[in-house]
């Protein structure tokens, strides 16, 4: 029987402690308790999206009449969508907890510390513990500008901003990558004045240039400030306690007043603490640095998920903990990890898998480009959602998908018809050939295939 300990309880974790249990291990996982579920389910994935939805209800509630519906809009109460949130989130730690005494997996609440001279053994308070094989699976957390005013009062993270508990009249937000756009998207529901300053010249820059410049006007069409190829250069506290935060704008200085500062610049990995130096363990700029199957430089060690510095998203833990389990038990796992998709949670949804247009260019490789919109597909018009949504699909010239780009209600669920067709490798014919229900959204598929 294999002994394997595992360091960290969120989506790289946690089911792959399940999983190696029911594969006959002896599994040990170390987190603190108030953390089961790791990021995702804590202040990432799960939270973000319960206030997601709150939003949605806010805008349908906003646009009733429209249906019909008469709706009182006199008041929201941001505490008792906390309150929603948090309860949420217990919910599913319950089950997680579940789930790992129903697999028979040990549960060590505390932070692991690598044994200094005893290879693949780790310590968590008086214990210690060997194994045939480690995994690391620790996470990241929000990272921070190098900018002064960064830790003034009032600036938020990812994190902090889940605990508000009353409404900023005015919220500027540093980043508009995935994390800042949604929160911009979420608070500009809930009726804060909301900016988005960027330092690149697209906002959503891991997305195909259609969809970020799409996106853009949407969001302003919601009265979102976005400002692009705007480097921030401080944080500064007015005499009122409002923050001004300063930027670079076309070669001058220019700034924006708000009430609360949520910076959303990305995510480095949590390594602290572990002496991952001491268990020779090789760290880079972006994170512990692995090989094809997960392996870090010291032998019967691996780290997954956001840790590694690769992909920080939360289903890529998980297939990354299925990946490193199977070569740890000597199994092949088959999964393709370059089919990856994303989701944006912005009002529109966002969501890609595969190549970006640009990417495809840069390969040098033949396509073709297949568009649709939401415009001409009835049910879309039914739910009001005809105007934004988009379809694109990259085709390359044996008739294969090489990417799908899609921005518009239900995009975060449509795109994983892309994500089955390019695990197959299946062609625009497969697609055409494929009966779609009607009306349905993924109805759009036919239309772009067709293009």
């Known amino acids: 029987m294999k002994r394997i300990v595992i360091l960290g309880a969120g989506p790289g974790g946690y089911p792959t402690a399940v999983a190696a249990a029911k594969a006959g291990c002896e599994v040990h996982l170390i987190d603190d308790v108030s953390k089961l579920g790791g990021t ?17 209800v806010l805008r349908h509630t906003a646009d009733a009449a429209g249906y019909g519906v008469k709706a009182d809009m006199s008041t929201f109460s941001l505490a008792a969508a906390i309150e929603r949130k948090d309860g949420i989130i217990s919910q599913l730690q319950a089950g997680i907890q579940a789930l790992l005494k129903g697999a028979g997996v040990h549960f060590h609440p505390g932070r692991a510390t690598f044994h200094p001279s005893q290879p693949r053994t780790v310590c968590v308070g008086d214990e210690t513990l060997t194994a045939d094989a480690v995994i690391i699976a620790t996470g990241s957390r929000p990272r921070l500008l190098p900018v002064e005013g960064v830790d003034a009062e009032g600036v938020l993270t ?21 994390i800042g756009l949604e929160f911009a ?11 988005v ?25 919601q009265g979102i400030r976005i400002v692009t190829d705007a480097p921030v250069t401080g944080i500064h506290t007015l005499p009122d306690g409002s923050l001004s935060v300063a930027f670079t704008l ?9 009430d609360k500062v949520l910076m959303a610049v990305g995510r480095e990995p949590v390594t602290d603490g572990l002496q991952l130096e001491k268990a020779g363990i090789e760290v880079g700029k972006r994170g512990i640095i692995v090989d094809e199957h997960y392996r870090t430089s010291c032998p ?16 890529v833990a998980t297939f990354q903990g299925k990946k490193a389990l199977a070569h740890i038990l000597g199994h092949e796992e088959q999964t393709d990890m370059h089919i990856l998709p994303a989701c944006l949670y912005t009002h529109p949804e966002a969501a890609s898998v595969g190549l970006t247009e640009k990417e495809v260019k840069e ?26 949504g988009f379809f694109k699909l990259l085709v390359g010239a044996d008739g294969t998908l090489l990417g799908a780009h899609i921005m ?44």
């Open 40 to 56: 995702c389910l804590c202040q990432g994935c799960i939270p973000t999206k319960a206030l997601c939805h709150t939003a949605e």
């Open 158 to 178: 990812s994190d902090t901003i889940l605990r508000l508990t009353e409404l900023p009249r005015r919220l500027c937000v540093v980043g508009g990558g995935v």
């Open 185 to 195: 998207s979420v608070f500009s529901a809930f009726g804060c004045e909301v900016s």
């Open 197 to 221: 300053v960027e330092y690149g010249s697209e906002i959503a820059p891991t997305f195909d240039t259609d969809i970020s410049r799409r996106l853009k006007p949407a969001l302003k069409k």
């Open 250 to 258: 076309k070669g001058k200085e220019d700034s924006i007043v708000a």
């Open 300 to 315: 019967g060690v691996y780290a997954i998920g956001d840790v590694n510095g690769g992909i920080q998203l939360a289903h």
């Open 363 to 388: 390969q040098g490789r033949e396509f073709s480009v297949r568009k649709a919109f939401y415009r001409a597909n009835g049910r879309a018009l039914t739910m009001d959602a005809g105007m934004e």
């Open 408 to 451: 518009g209600p239900g995009a975060s669920e449509l795109i994983h018809e892309a994500t089955a067709w390019m695990s197959c490798k299946a062609t625009v014919e497969h697609i055409l050939r494929t009966i779609h229900a009607h009306p349905t959204l993924s109805e759009i598929y036919l239309d772009a295939a067709e293009a």
